[in-house]
């Protein structure tokens, strides 16, 4: 291959290349807190009901544990949301096909 020519790319692998590159980098660990984040800060009213749980559950940030958390419903809700709202995975790549 010459790197003086131009190489004419077809729409399929023009679409599996652009694919490659968003999945190469998509940041799968830091899509769900801030999509969470997101989320909490444009809805008041959730982000209120959420605190409340948490400061009615603990007396202090040292209480609280892993354990502890998965107790809290309004929590659980909210990161299970986060996380339809918030796919670590992507699944909508198109994928090519033999017709």
Do not use: W
């Not at 190489?7 to 023009?14: A, H, P, Q, V, Y």
């Amino acid at each position: 291959m010459h790197y003086n020519k131009l190489e004419r790319l077809d729409l399929d692998k023009l679409i599996s290349t652009a694919s490659t590159i968003v999945v190469a980098g998509f940041d799968k660990i830091g899509a769900l807190p801030s999509g969470l984040t997101y989320y909490l800060l444009i809805n008041q009213r959730v982000s209120e009901k959420l605190k409340k749980e948490i400061r009615e559950s603990f007396k202090s940030s040292k209480e609280i544990t892993m354990a502890g958390v998965k107790n809290l419903e309004y929590v659980d809700a909210g990161i299970l949301e986060a996380m339809r709202l918030c796919p670590l995975l992507l699944t909508s790549l198109r994928c090519k096909t033999q017709t």
